[in-house]
T-cell receptor, first 115, second 117 residues
Framework: GENVEQHPSTLSVQEGDSAVIKCTYSDSASNYFPWYKQELGKRPQLIIDIRSNVGEKKDQRIAVTLNKTAKHFSLHITETQPEDSAVYFCAASTAPRYNDYKLSFGAGTTVTVRA | NAGVMQNPRHLVRRRGQEARLRCSPMKGHSHVYWYRQLPEEGLKFMVYLQKENIIDESGMPKERFSAEFPKEGPSILRIQQVVRGDSAAYFC???????????????FGPGTRLLVL
């Protein structure tokens, strides 16, 4: 099955700086890569996703890049703010191919934005 | 427009009791997924269901765990004879029906935090 690795496990950045989280996956058939943000005690919230037919996607201060050849994808947060502090999870899925929609998650990155 | 609903939000059980967790998908969604999150870990897939069908239960423990999504009513994850190792947060997610442009997108509920004493 799919194995997703995520680095770093913790990340501390100064407010206003950028944060980058990297994930690798093992299954070359994976073609859908969402990122979730989870605040303490809350539900995971989808913040951005990318499909394998594009290499980059941006939404305001958040961007995701995908390198299918190397099987890795990254989350970039620019101009970080205190409210960006949370745990971020990457995930991968082979959906809709093989009718397999389950998400395989990375272990998470705890991001702390220092004021 | 209500999101994914789960209840109860917190559940305390003694070893050997049964735990029953409920999930109502977003309006218009007919696909439900259950994930388990152990403390300070990522989410692990358990089971994927459509109405009256289990599509993929490859992440479910072979014993004590079962799931259903009846024609009417919420999806239910049932854990029989709970043990301390079952203590975790259990999240449900739902996705749009097949034919939707964003059918892979999963939206999560608030979770049920199960504590086994």
């Amino acid at each position: 099955g799919e194995n997703v690795e995520q680095h770093p496990s913790t990340l501390s950045v100064q407010e206003g700086d950028s944060a980058v989280i990297k994930c690798t996956y093992s299954d070359s058939a994976s073609n859908y890569f969402p990122w979730y943000k989870q605040e303490l005690g809350k539900r995971p919230q989808l913040i951005i996703d990318i499909r394998s037919n594009v290499g980059e996607k941006k939404d305001q201060r958040i961007a995701v890049t995908l390198n299918k050849t190397a099987k890795h994808f990254s989350l970039h947060i620019t101009e970080t703010q205190p409210e960006d502090s949370a745990v971020y999870f990457c995930a991968a899925s082979t959906a809709p191919r093989y009718n397999d929609y389950k998400l395989s998650f990375g272990a998470g990155t705890t991001v702390t934005v220092r004021a | 427009n209500a999101g994914v609903m789960q209840n109860p939000r917190h559940l305390v059980r003694r070893r050997g009791q049964e735990a029953r967790l409920r999930c109502s998908p977003m309006k218009g969604h007919s696909h439900v997924y259950w994930y388990r999150q152990l403390p300070e870990e990522g989410l692990k897939f358990m089971v994927y269901l459509q109405k009256e069908n289990i599509i993929d239960e490859s992440g479910m423990p072979k014993e004590r765990f079962s799931a259903e999504f009846p024609k009417e009513g919420p999806s239910i994850l049932r854990i029989q004879q709970v043990v301390r190792g079952d203590s975790a947060a259990y999240f449900c997610a739902s996705s749009p029906p097949r034919g939707s442009r964003t059918l892979e997108t999963q939206y999560f509920g608030p979770g049920t935090r199960l504590l086994v004493l």
